[in-house]
Structure formats: C-alpha cells, structure tokens
C-alpha cells in the first residue's frame, strides 16, 4: 500500500466537486493546502468533521490554507451533504478509488477489531508547489482540527 511522507509531491488528480466541476491538484498551486479523505458524506464522524473544517475556514483561509475533502461518494451525494451543512469548501467525488489508492488511504484497517478494507480517515498538508508538509493517516474525527492547528498554528493571529 502506497505511504505518502513529507517530502513527497502529491499525487496528481482530476475529480468532479458537489457540482460536477472538475477541480484539478493544480487548482491549488500557489496556495497551501488541505487535503482530508473521510469515509462517508453524511455519516456523524464524517458530518462532524467537514463542520469543523467550515467553522475554522476563516482562520484557515487568513492563514492561505484551501480545503479540499474527498470520498468515494457520488456527486448527488456530496451536493446533498455541503447543502445540508452549508459546508464552505469543496467535496471530491473519488467513486473509483484510484485518487485514495494512489495517496494510500484505501486498504487493509482494523474497524472495531476486524481488519476491513475501507477508506482509512487521512489528512496531508500541501505547501505553495504541491509537496507534502503533512501527512496523516487513520486519524480520528474528533479533535481533529485541534490537532491540525497544533500542528499549523493556523488559529494564532
């Protein structure tokens, strides 16, 4: 399974949003960004933690942090979810796996004592030329953006 670490450039995609637009790796040049895969739109982890990314997308964006969150969920799907939550950053549809596979977060994970195949929940941090900063594999919804900002400082002024 692939491992992506700090370092690395990330892989390229091209994946339909809630609306059907294509956005592009590329988009994001010249800015940093965030880019979390999550199991399941509308699901309560999954639900919380896109609400927590909105709640903090001001001192994301003061700090130039873009937002980009990715499921295997279809587009009707995630049209549904960022209307529901008036979510304020974009949902990739990723229906095929090949994005999660090729940044390692679909495989092999233990879900309550059974090893699963499913979407490992992972975060990674990309600077200004698409490189990866951080990277976070099978994190926890919860406190998840405490973390984050640990991490970034993105909430200090």
Known sequence: MTH???GMPAPDFALQDQDG????LADLAGRKAIVYFYPEAMTSACRQQACDFT???PDLSRHGYAVVGISK????KLARARDADDL???LLSDADLAVHEAWGTYGEKNSYGRIVMGV???TFVLDEQG???H??????????LDMLDKRLGFSAA
């Open 4 to 6: 992506l670490e700090p």
């Open 21 to 24: 637009r294509t956005v592009r």
């Open 55 to 57: 709640e903090r997308m």
């Open 73 to 76: 969920d279809p587009v009707e």
């Open 88 to 90: 304020g950053f974009p």
């Open 120 to 122: 490992r929940r992972s």
């Open 131 to 133: 490189v990866i900063t």
């Open 135 to 144: 990277a976070f594999y099978s994190t926890k919804a919860k406190g998840h």
